[in-house]
Antibody, heavy 121, light 105 residues
């Protein structure tokens, strides 16, 4: 049974960066895509980017190109999401999620518990 | 980028109703379409993957249909636990979600 555990909530100043971690346990890590999904308060789901650890090269939604970095550490089975140049619009819940089968960005059947990021001066 | 639309954006229903939510893609995505349920304060839960395949453990009252650009999620005999928001997602190219449909009483 795969389990994803995310890092704790963050409060950041505008213009700063945030890095959120997602630790996987209980299953294969390197061949399954890990995605990052954001949800602003009262809004819908937004796919930000992701990575298949064994392939190393991440994929990003165009909206986040240049501001988002997704990485993965196979040795610790942990994925990371770093978002820079934060504004109040980045306030929300950030989820990591794993694809239901290996090899590509398929639908996601295992989700982390979410990490709240608040951007405020 | 492929644009995803959903209709309706919200609907009111009663226990026992049959509910259908539609999702449209701006271009052909074959069957790379998934459906999720989300309740307030919780992570989404996948219901249907590859347009028509029921995720293990999901009640059989949920079903998905469609291909290419037009898809639907049907809930037969709505149960109290089904009042939630529902999202479609394409994974044919860079993944993206529809705007969501809220099902309430």
């Amino acid at each position: 049974q795969v389990h994803l555990v995310q890092s704790e909530a963050e409060v950041k100043k505008p213009g700063s960066s945030v890095k959120v971690s997602c630790k996987a346990s209980g299953g294969t890590f390197s061949s399954y895509a890990i995605s990052w999904v954001r949800q602003a308060p009262g809004q819908g789901l937004e796919w930000m980017g992701g990575i298949i650890p064994v392939l190393v090269t991440p994929k990003y939604a165009q909206k986040f190109q240049g501001r988002l970095t997704v990485t993965a550490d196979d040795s610790t089975t942990t994925a990371y999401m770093e978002l820079t140049n934060l504004t109040s619009d980045d306030t929300g819940m950030y989820f990591c999620a794993r694809a239901y089968k290996p090899g590509d960005f398929y639908g996601m059947d295992v989700w982390g518990q979410g990490t709240t990021v608040i951007v405020s001066s | 980028d492929i644009q995803m639309t959903q209709s309706p954006s919200s609907l009111s229903a009663s226990v026992g109703d049959r509910v259908t939510i539609t999702c449209r893609a701006s271009q052909n995505i074959r069957s790379y379409l998934n459906w999720y349920q989300q309740k307030p304060g919780k992570a989404p839960k996948i219901l249907i993957y590859a347009a028509t395949r029921l995720q293990s453990g999901v009640p059989s009252r949920f079903s998905g249909s469609g291909s290419e650009t037009n898809f639907s999620l049907t809930i037969n005999s709505l149960q109290p636990d089904d009042f939630a928001s529902y999202y479609c997602q394409q994974t044919y190219t860079t993944p993206g979600f529809g705007p969501g449909t809220k099902v309430d009483v």
